[in-house]
């Protein structure tokens, strides 16, 4: 069982920056962030494998955002740059202990955090 604590959101204006972190609790094979929108689904924005640190990105973040992990305190942080209004959403780290190649689907994932609002005002 992987217990995860999301921590780093809040508001921000535009062009602004925020850095979110989330620190699991057990082993992780990949771990990644997702965002859901208000009237919209679950949308997958960034992933990484914990050993080995491959990432991919959803095109909407690519050059924008940034997934990194800590081997050492087991935690994967998402830095959040030139931040727009259609960013705001409420945020989600999840994991899996095992598992394929994907890392970008709310499916390729087991564990998820509680949530942390991040809210980008124009």
């Known amino acids: 069982q992987v217990q995860l604590v999301e921590s780093g959101g809040g508001s921000v204006q535009a062009g602004g920056s925020l850095r979110l972190s989330c620190a699991a609790s057990?082993?992780?094979?990949?771990m990644g962030w997702l965002r859901r929108a208000p009237g919209k689904e679950r949308e997958g924005l960034a992933g990484?494998?914990?050993?080995?640190?491959?990432?991919s990105y959803a095109d909407s973040v690519k050059g924008r955002f940034t997934i990194s992990r800590d081997i050492v305190t087991n935690t994967v942080y998402l830095q959040m740059n030139n931040l727009k209004p259609e960013d705001t959403a409420m945020y989600y780290c999840a994991a899996a202990d095992g598992g394929g190649h994907c890392l970008l689907s709310q499916y390729c994932y087991d564990y998820w955090g509680q949530g942390t609002q991040v809210t980008v005002s124009s």
């Open positions: 057990g082993h992780t094979y990949k």
């Open positions: 990484i494998f914990t050993d080995g640190g491959d990432a």
